[in-house]
């Protein structure tokens, strides 16, 4: 197992060895500029620690070796290892994730805004697949999706809804490779029918075409979250 685990980091790695010369895409959902440089300390990203104080660890997470718990109604479990758990990624423009699938298991419709995503199936079968963008008037937005056995890798462009579903009776393994050191993720249903205030009724029966007793049925129930640091 360990030998496997090894190789799929192996793989995923060398996804990322491209180097580019532009503008860094953001790395939050907004960063407003202010006239005075002492004004505000956040930036794009994460503040630079001083060279003098960085450690080892600061390159360092332990434990992606254990799977994540999937006792949620989704049966499924997303361990971020991004800047936010490995500070040294800051800058680098990679992460990485581990996610577990019980069996029927489902990783739901999302998008990472800030990145692509290449999968790598360590166990188990995978339905997998993404919705391009729209395409033009009267056309419709094209699925592509794949079945993915053991070794496959398959490939999420960035921004574009995906998912990944565990067709099979046993659990299920994959990892996957992301690149930005923040990628963030926005789960369809929860950002629609589970925001904060509620999107207006109005709105959602109109944009999906269904009455307003769907609607506030969907936004009444708890929209869990699978993706955990």
């Given at each position: 197992m360990a030998v496997r685990i090894h190789i799929?980091?192996?793989i995923?790695?060398?996804?990322?060895?491209?180097?580019?010369?532009?503008?860094?895409?953001?790395?939050?959902?907004f960063c407003v500029a202010v006239p005075d440089a002492n004004a505000g300390v956040f930036v794009n990203g994460k503040i630079c620690k001083d060279p003098k104080l960085v450690k080892p660890e600061d390159f360092f997470f332990p434990g992606l070796n254990k799977p994540g718990s999937t006792a949620n109604p989704l049966g499924s479990n997303v361990t971020a290892v991004n800047v936010?758990?490995?500070?040294?990624?800051?800058?680098?423009?990679?992460?990485?994730?581990?996610?577990d699938f019980a069996p029927y298991g489902l990783n739901p419709p999302h998008i990472h805004p800030r990145?692509?995503?290449?999968?790598?199936?360590?166990?188990?079968?995978?339905?997998?697949?993404f919705v391009t963008s729209n395409p033009g008037m009267n056309m419709k937005n094209k699925l592509f999706t794949k079945?993915?056995?053991?070794?496959?890798?398959?490939?999420?462009?960035q921004g574009l809804i995906h998912f990944q579903f565990n067709q099979g009776h046993s659990n299920a393994v994959a990892f996957a490779g992301l690149?930005?050191?923040?990628?963030?993720?926005?789960?369809?249903a929860n950002a629609v029918f589970g925001s904060d205030p509620p999107i207006s009724p109005d709105v959602l029966t109109k944009a999906f075409q269904v009455g307003n007793d769907v609607i506030k049925k969907l936004q009444s129930q708890f929209w869990w979250d699978n993706n955990y640091p």
């Open positions: 799929a980091a192996a995923l790695a060398l996804v990322f060895t491209v180097v580019h010369a532009s503008d860094p895409s953001p790395l939050q959902d936010n758990q490995i500070p040294g990624l800051n800058t680098l423009g990679v992460s990485l994730a581990r996610i990145a692509t995503e290449v999968l790598f199936v360590l166990e188990g079968t995978l339905v997998v697949g079945v993915l056995n053991p070794g496959d890798v398959f490939v999420f462009p690149g930005s050191q923040n990628p963030v993720v926005i789960t369809i």
